[in-house]
T-cell receptor, first 111, second 114 residues
Framework: TQLLEQSPQFLSIQEGENLTVYCNSSSVFSSLQWYRQEPGEGPVLLVTVVTGGEVKKLKRLTFQFGDARKDSSLHITAAQPGDTGLYLCAGADTNAGKSTFGDGTTLTVKP | DTGVSQDPRHKITKRGQNVTFRCDPI?????LYWYRQTLGQGPEFLTYFQNEAQLEKSRLLSDRFSAERPKGSFSTLEIQRTEQGDSAMYLCASSLSQGAYEQYFGPGTRLTVT
């Protein structure tokens, strides 16, 4: 079973601060997705990273895939209250045809 | 296309009753997944279909759970003889069967078993 560990589990910061959350595994993934989920709703896909070392930017969010395709990070610059939510990473196994999810990082950005 | 839809959004049932949930995937997606999520946890894989074929079912899934996708379009998830431990959010997602398997989720069905 492929496991994904996300850290920290909870993060509470003030508006305007920067933060980084992590997604780590001992397994290699063919691709990795990041999602944001708000209470009572389904996860919303933010980005997919495929190549080891890949960096993708989505406005104030920067996603990086580790060189060995076992880990990833999400960095948010100048966090805003609208960034509040549960951030999930999911590693895709091409052979298995499905993804494994981490337990997420719950981010709270206070105004 | 309006994305993945699920019905109902909320379901309250008494222990021992049967419940059925429906998921309508994105029309061009041939893969459909069911997950269960409890508070503070990530989605837990239950089963997935490629077209009408159920390709994998979690070993954690009891025999009380069954899923179908009869025509390769919408899917249903049935829970028989519900237990309080079945209370959770049930999520459906769909994807293509190639590439990075990016999954698009529906809004979920919140099940409460009393």
């Amino acid at each position: 079973t492929q496991l994904l560990e996300q850290s920290p589990q909870f993060l509470s910061i003030q508006e305007g601060e920067n933060l980084t959350v992590y997604c780590n595994s001992s397994s290699v993934f063919s691709s990795l997705q990041w999602y944001r989920q708000e209470p009572g709703e389904g996860p919303v896909l933010l980005v997919t990273v495929v190549t080891g070392g890949e960096v993708k930017k989505l406005k104030r969010l920067t996603f990086q895939f580790g060189d060995a395709r076992k880990d990833s990070s999400l960095h948010i610059t100048a966090a805003q209250p609208g960034d509040t939510g549960l951030y999930l990473c999911a590693g895709a196994d091409t052979n298995a045809g499905k993804s494994t999810f981490g337990d997420g990082t719950t981010l709270t950005v206070k105004p | 296309d309006t994305g993945v839809s699920q019905d109902p959004r909320h379901k309250i049932t008494k222990r021992g009753q049967n419940v059925t949930f429906r998921c309508d995937p994105i029309s061009e997606h041939n893969r459909l997944y069911w997950y269960r999520q409890t508070l503070g946890q990530g989605p837990e894989f239950l089963t997935y279909f490629q077209n009408e074929a159920q390709l994998e079912k979690s070993r954690l899934l009891s025999d009380r759970f069954s899923a179908e996708r009869p025509k390769g379009s919408f899917s249903t998830l049935e829970i028989q003889r519900t237990e309080q431990g079945d209370s959770a959010m049930y999520l459906c997602a769909s994807s293509l069967s190639q590439g990075a398997y990016e999954q698009y989720f529906g809004p979920g069905t919140r099940l409460t078993v009393t």
